[in-house]
């Protein structure tokens, strides 16, 4: 009885997860594609909060992933972190700029049409 309940329910999570995994793809897509239509479907039209969380999520992730592994490696070699962090956190930097700056144009775009 219990095994068949978590079955169940695993299963569940699993399409839920793959749906999910499914339309954040075709969001992304859409966002390279067509922002202005895009954007404005997935704020205003469908309001799908999580979605809306995890495209947000995944363009701030690269300077997640560099901090992180920056601050481990300078734990791991030198014992400290480091104060200066290089070129590459200059060029994630300017990577991430260049989204936020992306997403936020098309962003007002929307808001300003409404």
Do not use: H
Not at 87 to 92: S, Y
Not at 100 to 111: C, E, M, N, Q, R
């Amino acid at each position: 009885m219990i095994k068949k309940r978590i079955k169940k329910i695993s299963e569940l999570i699993f399409l839920i997860i793959v749906r999910q995994v499914w339309k954040l793809l075709c969001n992304l897509y859409n966002i390279i594609e067509q922002p202005f239509l895009a954007l404005k479907k997935l704020i205003i039209k469908d309001r799908d909060k999580s979605q809306m969380f995890l495209v947000a999520v995944i363009m701030i992730t690269p300077a997640i992933f560099y901090i992180s592994a920056r601050i481990f490696w300078d734990n791991y070699k030198y014992g400290f972190v480091l104060s200066s962090v290089g070129r590459v956190f200059l060029v994630i930097s300017i990577i991430e700029i260049i989204i936020f700056g992306y997403l936020s144009f098309w962003i007002w775009k929307i808001f300003k049409k409404r």
